[in-house]
């Protein structure tokens, strides 16, 4: 059984940053791709990013693109992702996810671990 347990979610102004922090344990974590996801109130969860088992390719959504950065290290089993320029339409709750594979994917239904989610709000 996978175990994601993200942190790093708060409060911050527009324009600030955050950085989160996605903790697994369960599995061999450098075999596999890692992703992250995000849901607002009434919204359907949306892809943000995802990396490879290497950290050597990555993918982000066009709306974070250019301000998000994902990233990972395999020493310590976590999965990051620096958020930075934060906009309001970025308050969401951030959930990271696990594939059963090492395929790089950004549908959310292809994924089987999911964390508990951390909520970021962004303030104007």
């Known amino acids: 059984q996978v175990q994601l347990v993200e942190s790093g979610g708060g409060l911050v102004q527009a324009g600030g940053s955050l950085r989160l922090s996605c903790a697994a344990s369960g599995r061999t974590f450098s075999n596999y791709a890692m992703g992250w996801f995000r849901q607002a109130p009434g919204k359907v969860r949306e892809f943000v990013a995802v990396?490879?088992?290497?950290?050597?390719?990555?993918y982000y959504a066009d709306s974070v693109k250019g301000r998000f950065t994902i990233s990972r290290d395999n020493a310590k089993n976590t999965v990051y992702l620096q958020m930075n320029s934060l906009k309001p339409e970025d308050t969401a709750v951030y959930y990271c996810?696990?594939?059963?594979?090492?395929?790089?994917?950004?549908?959310?239904?292809?994924?089987?671990?999911w964390g508990q989610g951390t909520q970021v709000t962004v303030s104007s």
């Open positions: 990396i490879s088992w290497s950290g050597s390719s990555t």
């Open positions: 996810a696990a594939p059963p594979a090492a395929t790089i994917t950004v549908r959310p239904y292809e994924y089987d671990y």
